[in-house]
């Protein structure tokens, strides 16, 4: 009888396959897992990697909370609180630098103009409450300003990353970069690497009322 008993017990364990299958538990807590790793990997990382100026479009819509807009003279950063920061530069498309600079302000939608009368030719523009301007042409951001024809100097809480905006004092231009000032028909212009504005007087007193950079819409 125990050879027979051998034998049966032989067969049976070669028609199930001679393996244990995880448990049922086992296999819902597998399955929880990947679900939850698939969901984890579809969120935003906190600190995304910056775009490069070679590869505009791989710049990323940043997350809205806690991200500040700063001006820049080759386009826009958002930095974040940690102090990270993503670079929106110039090139990038249209649609996506205005989906991202709105998302800095609660989603809200700027208005939008055309002047086909600039020197860089036809520009599209979407202005924003605190005075800044995009300028989109092609299909892409080229350019950017900020003035106090849509923001009185003070109301405007842009700057660079150095602290310069609407309302700084070309002392405290001088401080934070190198820059050329002289007297044009828009009056005291200076160039600050590749950021451009205009000075309200000549001393070192004198006050910023307008900044720009990439292609602009002034009339000389």
Request: aromatic share 4%; charged share 20%.
């Amino acid at each position: 009888m125990r050879p027979a008993l051998l034998l049966m017990c032989t067969l049976a364990a070669t028609l199930t396959g001679c393996s244990r299958g995880p448990a049922p538990s086992d296999a819902v807590s597998a399955d929880a897992a990947a679900s939850r790793q698939t969901a984890d990997s579809a969120l935003p990382s906190a600190a995304p990697a910056p775009a490069t100026p070679d590869d505009p479009s791989a710049s990323a819509t940043p997350a809205r909370a806690g991200v500040t807009l700063a001006l820049s003279g080759e386009g826009l950063d958002f930095v974040t609180e940690r102090g990270s920061v993503r670079h929106l530069v110039f090139g990038t498309p249209a649609a996506q630098t205005v989906d991202a600079v709105s998302k800095t302000y609660s989603g809200m939608d700027p208005q939008r103009g055309h002047n086909a009368e600039c020197g860089a030719g036809p520009l599209d523009m979407a202005t924003w409450k605190d005075g800044l301007s995009v300028m989109l042409q092609g299909g892409r951001f080229v350019g950017w300003s900020v003035s106090p024809r849509e923001a009185e100097i003070g109301d405007s809480s842009l700057t660079t990353i150095a602290g310069i905006g609407i309302g700084s004092t070309r002392r405290e231009l001088e401080a934070a970069y190198t820059a050329l000032v002289r007297e044009t028909t828009l009056g005291q212009e200076f160039a600050a690497g590749d950021v451009f504005g205009v000075l309200d007087g000549a001393g070192p007193s004198a006050r910023i009322i307008a900044l720009w950079a990439g292609e602009s819409c002034n009339f000389r």
